[in-house]
Nanobody, 125 residues
Framework: VQLQASGGGLVQAGGSLRLSCAASGRASSGTVMGWFRQAPGKEREFVAAYRWSDRSTRYAGSVRDRFTISRDNGVNTVYLQMNSLKPEDTAVYYC???????????????????WGQGTLVTVSS
């Protein structure tokens, strides 16, 4: 599975961006796709994840109610709609995927097999 992330950019605080992650290659119905981010000088952290089989989602507390992860039906693409952006959301955002995963592991980076290149999101104050 190859992942292609896009949609990053520069936005003012309070603005919105939508990231996309397109998966190519063999992806099973049990695929989980997630977003992680890494700010300068900080460790990579979980943002959100989506499980194809039952459309379940999981969010980090810091983005819940502001970010929405979704999938385009019939297309192997997952989106991250980011609203009410804050300067602390500034980071390189990475998409990741795994063939199957229990709900409890969706926030764990080590549970993901495939990673895309990062896309930079910069939120100015």
């Amino acid at each position: 599975v190859q992942l292609q992330a896009s949609g990053g950019g520069l936005v003012q605080a309070g603005g919105s961006l939508r990231l996309s992650c397109a998966a190519s290659g063999r992806a099973s119905s049990g695929t989980v796709m997630g977003w992680f981010r890494q700010a300068p000088g900080k460790e990579r952290e979980f943002v959100a994840a989506y499980r194809w089989s039952d459309r379940s989602t999981r969010y980090a507390g810091s983005v819940r109610d502001r970010f929405t992860i979704s999938r385009d039906n019939g297309v192997n693409t997952v989106y991250l709609q980011m609203n009410s952006l804050k300067p602390e959301d500034t980071a390189v955002y990475y998409c990741a995927a795994a063939a199957n995963m229990i709900f409890g592991r969706m926030s764990q980076a080590e549970a993901y097999t495939y990673w895309g290149q990062g896309t930079l999101v910069t939120v100015s104050s």
